[in-house]
């Protein structure tokens, strides 16, 4: 027999979202003509728009020629599209303040984040965002960067924890956060639904260069922002190209949770402390583990990306953040304390007092609805449920109605 990978071993429980499939299904079992509404995962709902479509279909057809067939992108022909991809992203996702060499197009930001543990290895010490998305935080464990699960702070070993909490706003107390060599961050953030503003970033940015830090921003939900004073990208910020990562996608704006297209940003002043290129190193990674996204999905990002795809997504964004102001507005209307929910998709909402798993298992019995437990996102998250506005309105008005029918009783 061989032996099982300590790291896997060292995780507390199964990863978040197939444990509250686990009591989704559970549910079913018990009471099978329940109509469960789902709030809990972030994944979106609403059918691929036309012109995105159209660049799917174009490419399949292409496929099936024989003077338009790609395989791999080492072909000319492929290498083409795959830079016009970059061009579109650099142009009309970052304003030109990417070049283009310095994106390297995946298949979706948690894929990214799983190969970004190869990149650093086990000898790094990692700060994440409590509550932060449990990627960061289990990919480190199984990699063997923290140490095990100690059931005293009910936390693992070795992991800097940067507490978001509402006193501060959501965003960390720097002065307290010890140095480490990665700092994960997320705006708009999830679980909290917080942005930071430009000047949090800006003091993040220079916290992360005097500790020689490198921080790994993920920006899967940066078209949510409806605010223009908000920065969209860690790029945006001065001194950033020398200190962070950016990790990207398509997913949730376009709809391609399924299709899977996204990107990280490794700049080119991004060095390690030999002086060795970070962004060489990344392309090594990728080149190893990974042999590109799919053509026909880069043919759908490169629709997605054009003036008319752009006014598309815009369209999808602001469906879901209608969903956002709907359950927002419910639960306040509830007396019930939200955060996030204005330029995020994610409503996250306070229980004081109360075990979030107890919440969320009470909200899915009573009311039939789906929601993610706070405490699934870390210690700090305890108290707190988060509403996902990824679903059709017609069963986020349901739910809302659900809610404040059972609410009373909570
Ligand atoms: N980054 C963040 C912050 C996310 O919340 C998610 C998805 C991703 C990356 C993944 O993006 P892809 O580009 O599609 O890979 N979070 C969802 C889905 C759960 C999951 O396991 O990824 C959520 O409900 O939190």
Redesign the pocket.
């Known amino acids: 027999m061989v032996k099982r990978n300590v790291n896997i071993a060292k995780l507390q429980a199964g990863?978040l979202?197939p444990e509250i499939g686990r009591r989704k299904k559970a549910l079913l079992e018990k009471e099978p003509d329940v109509k469960l509404i789902s709030l809990g995962?972030?994944?979106t709902t609403e059918p691929l728009s036309p012109h995105i479509i159209e660049g799917l279909q174009k490419e399949v057809t292409r496929l099936g020629t024989p003077e338009g067939y790609t395989g791999y992108d080492d072909d000319a022909q492929a290498q083409e599209f795959l830079n016009k991809l970059k061009t579109e992203i650099s142009k009309n996702w970052y304003n030109d303040i990417i070049n283009t060499d310095e994106i390297i197009v995946s298949d979706?930001?948690?894929?990214d984040?799983g190969r970004l543990f190869f990149l650093f290895g086990s000898d790094v010490s990692v700060a994440v965002q409590d509550p932060a998305?449990p990627?960061y935080v289990d990919g480190s464990v199984m990699i063997g960067a923290t140490g095990g699960y100690n059931s005293d702070t009910e936390e693992f070993d070795g992991i800097e924890y940067m507490r978001c909490t509402a006193e501060n706003d959501f965003f960390p107390d720097l002065s307290k956060v010890k140095k480490t060599d990665l700092i994960y961050f997320?705006s708009p953030n999830?679980p909290t639904g917080a942005v930071a503003t430009t000047e949090q970033l800006k003091e993040l940015v220079d916290f992360a260069k005097k500790n020689n830090s490198i921080i790994i921003f993920?920006a899967?939900?940066s078209e949510f922002i409806k605010e223009k004073n908000l920065p969209r990208s860690i790029f945006e910020i001065e001194g950033a190209r020398e200190c962070a990562i950016e990790?990207s996608?398509l997913?949730k704006s376009a709809g391609f949770?399924g299709v899977r297209l996204?990107w990280t940003i490794v700049p080119q002043e991004l060095k390690f402390d030999d002086g060795e290129s970070v962004r060489k190193d990344w392309q090594r990674v990728m080149g190893t583990l990974f042999n590109g996204s799919s053509n026909i999905a880069q043919h759908g990002a490169i629709a997605a990306l054009s003036d008319i795809g752009l006014s598309e997504i815009k369209e999808k964004v602001n469906y879901y953040m209608e969903n956002a102001k709907i359950i927002k507005d419910g639960l306040e209307e509830l007396g019930i304390k939200t955060f996030g929910g204005i330029n995020s998709p994610y409503i996250w909402a306070a229980f004081p007092g109360k075990k979030s798993w107890d919440v969320f298992e009470e909200i899915l019995t009573k009311a039939h609805v789906v929601t993610?437990p706070g405490a699934g996102f870390g210690k700090a998250g305890e108290g707190f449920i988060r509403f996902?506005a990824f679903g059709k309105t017609s069963e986020i008005k349901e739910a809302v109605k659900r809610l404040q029918e059972n609410f009373k009783t909570l």
Not at 108 to 111: A, L
């Open positions: 990863y979202f995962i972030g994944n979706g930001s948690k894929p984040c998305y990627v997320c999830n993920d899967a939900y990790v996608s997913s949770t996204g993610t996902s």
